[in-house]
Each structure stands twice: as structure tokens, then as C-alpha cells.
């Protein structure tokens, strides 16, 4: 089974608008961690926003934030505003327990329209 | 962020030659660093982890031998594809890990893209 779960292979989203990425996860482990990286064309991998497994609050960095929904294992990235320069590949990933080893899920490739 | 340098960052070479890529952490000191693999319009497929001063952990399916990998301080990795053939032609990535307040955080480089002819 997948333990990490993009359903979303591709969105598109106006300028300035906000949009939602999701993402859902499988584990046991009770302690994990929920990453987002940000892929453009060019290759680097950007981390963008993490959220622990027992952190009270929703994590967000900027236009960035997490909808962590822990009850229904889910952990969506929302991006506000959006801008042109958001287009690229999103991608999930989880860290079970205190290891460092991620798991990534299938990716989202994000287009913005003018 | 933490800033993770990857060198070079495209590599073109001859079927049966052995290419080396490099991975650095600038600012901090990595004792784990991440070797990735990814097709094109894929996800990252991890390679292996590399722990500083001592043998790499290689995923099932990883040939150790083909893929070399050495981390000899706190901020360099390094992935040698030895006798590289066609199907070696792909994107390398690494990846750095940054402990902090038990986030660990994994920076990544800019990646390698690797022709073999």
C-alpha cells in the first residue's frame, strides 16, 4: 500500500488565487513528520513547509501552510496568492519515526494561469 | 535554509567511463546525506544514505558496486557511477540532513543530469 498518497497529478489555478494540494499518509508509527518540497523545471528540490506528527498547531511559512488533519491522515499544502513563479511539481513526503529517511509521494505538477 | 551545493550539474560521457558527482552542505555539517534517482515525471526513488564515516546503507535493488558512494567529512558525499552505460542516464539528486529540535530536514542540491552515450 501507499504510504504516501498525491491523487492530484496535475491542477491549474488562477493568479492570485489560492489553491489546495493534497495529500494523505499511512503509518503506524506514532511519531512522523510531513514535509512539501517545491520541484520547478529546473530540478532543485525546495523545501518549502514541515509538520510534526504531535505539533499542536497547523505549521505555515509565508503563503504557505499545512491543513493537517491528523485524524483523517491527511496533510494538504494551501498555497495563497498564488503566483506565476508557483508552477512546478509539489511533492509530500514522511518521515516515520526519528530516522531521517524520507518517503515521497507521486508529485502534483502545479500550472498558474496569467 | 540550510544550502546544499551539487557539482557538476549535468555530465555527458562515454558508455563504459565512471562519473563522479559531489555533494556539499555549506553551512552546516551533514553526518547523513541522501542519494536520490529520479525519471523523468517520476518521484525520487532513494538510492542510499550515507553516513559519514562509514559504509552507505543501499536501498534493495541498489547495485553498491555500480553506484559508489563516499562520505569522507561532515559536508561532502560523493556518488561515483562507475562503468556507466546508457541506462544510468537519469537525474541524481542528494540531500542533506539538518537536525534541529527533532525536525531533521533534508536540503537538497540543485541535482545532476546524467547522459551516458
Known amino acids: 500500500a501507499q504510504k504516501i498518497t498525491q491523487t492530484q497529478p496535475g491542477m491549474f489555478v488562477q493568479e492570485k488565487e489560492a489553491v489546495t494540494l493534497d495529500c494523505t499518509y499511512d503509518?503506524?508509527?506514532?511519531?512522523?513528520?510531513l514535509f512539501w518540497y517545491k520541484q520547478p523545471s529546473s530540478g532543485e528540490m525546495i523545501f518549502l513547509i514541515y509538520?510534526?506528527?504531535?505539533?499542536?498547531q497547523n505549521a505555515t511559512e509565508g503563503r504557505y501552510s499545512l491543513n493537517f488533519q491528523k485524524a483523517r491522515k491527511s496533510a494538504n499544502l494551501v498555497i495563497s496568492a498564488s503566483q506565476l513563479g508557483d508552477s512546478a511539481m509539489y511533492f509530500c513526503a514522511m518521515r516515520e519515526g526519528i530516522g531521517g529517511k524520507l518517503i515521497f509521494g507521486q508529485g502534483t505538477e502545479l500550472s498558474v494561469k496569467p | 535554509g540550510a544550502v546544499v551545493s551539487q557539482h557538476p550539474s549535468r555530465v555527458i560521457c562515454k558508455s563504459g567511463t565512471s562519473v563522479k558527482i559531489e555533494c556539499r552542505s555549506l553551512?552546516?555539517?551533514?553526518?547523513?546525506m541522501f542519494w536520490y534517482r529520479q525519471f523523468p515525471k517520476k518521484s525520487l526513488m532513494l538510492m542510499a544514505t550515507s553516513n559519514e564515516g562509514s559504509k552507505a546503507t543501499y536501498e534493495q535493488g541498489v547495485e553498491k558496486d555500480k553506484f559508489l558512494i563516499n562520505h569522507a567529512s561532515l559536508t561532502l558525499s560523493t556518488l561515483t557511477v562507475t562503468s556507466a552505460h546508457p541506462e544510468d542516464s537519469s537525474f541524481y539528486i542528494c540531500s542533506a540532513l539538518w537536525r534541529e529540535a527533532g525536525k531533521n530536514i533534508q536540503y537538497f542540491g540543485a541535482g545532476t543530469r546524467l547522459s551516458v552515450l
Open positions: 509538520q510534526g506528527s504531535y505539533d499542536q
Open positions: 553551512d552546516f555539517q551533514a553526518t547523513t
Open positions: 503509518t503506524s508509527d506514532p511519531s512522523y513528520g
